[in-house]
Structures are given as structure tokens and as C-alpha cells.
């Protein structure tokens, strides 16, 4: 069965500084990957998704982008983050056409 | 492009009553239909899916049912638990299989011991 690494679980990070997530799989080959993004108590909102190496799709015009360097490999990264970019973030891969969840990162950004 | 809605979004309910959440789509072309379960700090967890070649489904307490002409789906759990307390999400897929899903606005349920 798939696997979703996900890391780091929190992060508090001030305004105008980087960042870079990143989201690992195993368990399963050429997945789709995605990563969502979770505002508290809200529904989830598709920021990005990929279906190989180096194809990346965007959902929402933003301050963020994402990377896909390997097959199982995730990365979403911004150069300098605003307040607005707080909020949980999600990696998520299909697997025998069923879409699966890591267990997200909590970003806060003061 | 497809869009889903789904209600309540709260439920409580005594421990032990049945709870049961409804969403409805728009695209007809749609066929599948997951359900998620999250926990508070945790990602959505898979509970059970359907897709549109049957109209139930059940694993245990929990069943989903679809009613394509109508174009909506519910889930229903039975002999609920504390344990059961957390947000639920629907989501439909018209691509087919976990591809381009689609998500309702979720549903935070509450199981009162």
C-alpha cells in the first residue's frame, strides 16, 4: 500500500521568507501528485497537481509554485511568503485510482 | 466544470443514532464518489468509495448510497461513536477514478457520548 511522507508536520515561518515542502511516496509508481492547501475549518482547495516528472499544473494564481523533480517526489516552495500563505497544506497521490492523503503541514506565517 | 455541495455542515448526534450527510453534483458524467473522514491536525483518511456501475455500498457501520438520476449521494453511519466525531468530505469525479476530484465544503459531525 502507498505511503505519503510529508514533513515538517508545523511550521512558523515570518513574512517575506522562503519556503520548501516537500512530499515523498512510496508504495506505488507514476502516481498523480497534488497539493492542496486548507484554510481552519474550511474545505480544500487544489493548488497544484502533477502527472509526471516536471509537468506541473496550477489551479490558483499565487505566490507559491511546486516542482516535481522525481517521480515520487513533491516540492512546493515560495520565494518570499505573505500572511495569506498560512494555512494547512496537503500532498496527495493516486494509487489504484483512488487519491490518498499525507498528514499535512501546518504553516503558520507571522 | 463540476461542482458539489454538501449538507449539513454540522451534525450532532447522540451516540449510538445514525448520521447521515448528503451531497449532490452537478456533471452528469461523474462516477466516482469517495468520502473522507478528518481527524482535527490530520490529513482526510479514505473511508469508503462508489462508483457509478452500483448504487450501495457498506464496509461495516458505514454505507454509501447514489442515485445517479437525481445526482446525488449520501453517507450513513450507523451505531455512531465518539470516535466517529470529525469532518467529513464528499467529492465526485467526472475524469473518472481519483483524477480531478471535485470536493464538497465538508461536514463537521459530533457524537455526544
Known amino acids: 500500500s502507498q505511503t505519503i511522507h510529508q514533513w515538517p508536520a508545523t511550521l512558523v515561518q515570518p513574512v517575506g521568507s522562503p519556503l520548501s515542502l516537500e512530499c515523498t511516496v512510496e508504495?506505488?509508481?507514476?502516481?498523480?501528485l497534488y497539493w492542496y492547501r486548507q484554510a481552519a475549518g474550511r474545505g480544500l482547495q487544489l493548488l497544484f497537481y502533477s502527472v509526471g516528472i516536471g509537468q506541473i499544473s496550477s489551479e490558483v494564481p499565487q505566490n507559491l509554485s511546486a516542482s516535481r523533480p522525481q517521480d515520487r517526489q513533491f516540492i512546493l516552495s515560495s520565494k518570499k511568503l505573505l500572511l495569506s500563505d498560512s494555512g494547512f497544506y496537503l500532498c496527495?497521490?493516486?494509487?489504484?485510482?483512488?487519491?490518498?492523503f499525507g498528514s499535512g503541514t501546518q504553516l503558520s506565517v507571522l | 466544470g463540476e461542482n458539489v455541495e454538501q449538507h449539513p455542515s454540522t451534525l450532532s448526534v447522540q451516540e449510538g443514532d445514525s448520521a447521515v450527510i448528503k451531497c449532490t453534483y452537478s456533471d452528469s458524467a461523474s462516477n466516482y464518489f469517495p468520502w473522507y473522514k478528518q481527524e482535527l491536525g490530520k490529513g482526510p483518511q479514505l473511508i469508503i468509495d462508489?462508483?457509478?456501475?452500483?448504487g450501495e455500498k457498506k464496509d461495516q457501520r458505514i454505507a454509501v448510497t447514489l442515485n445517479k438520476t437525481a445526482k446525488h449521494f449520501s453517507l450513513h453511519i450507523t451505531e455512531t461513536q465518539p470516535e466517529d466525531s470529525a469532518v467529513y468530505f464528499c467529492?465526485?469525479?467526472?475524469?473518472?477514478?481519483?483524477?480531478?476530484?471535485?470536493f464538497g465544503t465538508g461536514t463537521r459531525l459530533t457524537v455526544i457520548p
Open positions: 467529492a465526485a469525479s467526472p475524469m473518472g477514478g481519483a483524477n480531478n476530484l471535485f
Open positions: 496527495a497521490a493516486t494509487s489504484a485510482e483512488k487519491l490518498f
Open positions: 508504495g506505488t509508481s507514476n502516481p498523480n
Open positions: 462508489i462508483r457509478s456501475n452500483v
